[in-house]
């Protein structure tokens, strides 16, 4: 599993509540994969799980996943290119930075 293939899961699922229990569910494996990303996994899995929170059940607008949607990929690209490129201090930088955005 990588950061980008959970970016899939929701475009190829249609961005809706399922698709984000599905990305959920495969943040948690990547976790198992790749313990040396189980933060950035966690904290991805962490916003998939927040958002079928709180919109299971809830009318969803194609505006609003759309938004949700942007934010998700912000984090992955986010990640993504710390952890290609990155030494320890950015990636932390960026995992703080995540986790005060998904938290805020």
């Keep these: 599993m990588t950061f980008q293939g959970l970016l899939n899961i929701l475009d190829e699922n249609g961005q ?6 599905e990305c959920a569910r ?3 494996k990547g976790i198992k994969q790749n313990p ?15 958002f079928v929170e709180t919109y299971q059940g809830e ?6 996943a759309g938004v949700e949607f942007a934010r998700f990929e912000k984090f992955v690209k986010d990640l993504t290119s710390v952890y290609e490129v990155g030494d320890s201090a950015s990636q932390l930088e960026v995992l703080n930075s995540v986790a005060t955005k998904l938290f805020a």
């Design 26 to 28: 495969a943040a948690n």
């Design 59 to 64: 009318p969803l607008s194609i505006n609003t």
């Design 36 to 50: 040396q990303h189980a933060a950035a996994f966690f904290l991805l899995g962490a916003a998939a799980q927040r």
């Design 16 to 21: 809706g509540v399922l698709a984000y229990q």
